[in-house]
């Protein structure tokens, strides 16, 4: 199994402000992910981050709202910008299970989450 | 249409009882599906993967069948502890795609 570390665990914020989510992994991995959770629904992939390039954003998310950094392999930071009440959820940072350290075996290892609640 | 459906729920059911979850996916080119839980205010944990041959694992049986875009969970003997939602996941392919369903909540009742 992977050890990822989120953090903040919880925040909260005043809308036009940002937040800046961390994440850890501990193991060197290609790709990290972004998830979002809001209140009473499923997860939603934001973005993927990779390492040595611009991350990729999935269709409703934009760069300028939810910048992502990669600057290396067990390391992303997620920011939510110009926060509005809409933007409380959970933010999830995951990364996908390595078999052997090499091979991707589909299944996707998440961070604790980081709940904002934006006022 | 979404592209992973599950049954609506909330299901409540007694202590012991045999609980079924169903799902369906919109993608025929999807290679790989899971059932992952999620216990409230935590982070999704996978529960078990979906083979087409279907898969066992103690109470837990998965089904997947293809032709239809169905996957299935089956719990046996439910206890308290398997409280939580189930989500139905599938992805298209090894990397990034992966589709979480809206989720089945269950219950657990003494």
């Known amino acids: 199994s992977a050890v990822i570390s989120q953090k903040p665990s919880r925040d909260i914020c005043q809308r036009g402000t940002s937040l800046t989510i961390q994440c850890q992994v501990d193991?060197?991995?290609?790709?990290m992910f972004w998830y979002r959770q809001q209140p009473g629904q499923s997860l939603t992939l934001i973005a993927t981050?990779?390492?040595?390039?611009?991350?990729?954003?999935e269709s409703g998310f934009v760069i300028d709202k939810f910048p992502i950094s990669r600057p290396n392999l067990t390391f992303s930071t997620l920011t939510v910008s110009n926060l509005s009440p809409e933007d409380s959820s959970i933010y999830l940072c995951s990364q996908m299970a390595l078999a052997g350290g090499i091979t991707n075996t589909g299944e996707l290892f998440f961070g604790e989450g980081s709940r904002l609640t934006v006022l | 249409r979404k592209e992973v459906e599950q049954d609506p729920g909330p299901f409540n059911v007694p202590e012991g009882a045999t609980v079924a979850f169903n799902c369906t996916y919109s993608?025929?080119?999807?290679?790989?599906f899971f059932w992952y839980r999620q216990d409230c205010r935590k982070e999704p944990k996978l529960l078990m993967s979906v083979y087409s041959s279907g898969n066992e694992d103690g109470r837990f049986t998965a089904q997947l069948n293809r032709a239809s875009q169905y996957i299935s969970l089956l719990i046996r003997d439910s206890k308290l502890s398997d409280s939580a939602t189930y989500l139905c996941?599938?992805?298209?392919?090894?990397?990034?795609?992966?589709?979480f369903g809206p989720g089945t909540r269950l219950s657990v009742l003494p």
């Open positions: 193991s060197q991995v290609t790709m």
């Open positions: 996941v599938v992805n298209g392919d090894y990397g990034q795609n992966f589709v």
């Open positions: 981050a990779n390492q040595g390039s611009e991350a990729t954003y």
């Open positions: 993608n025929s080119a999807s290679q790989s």
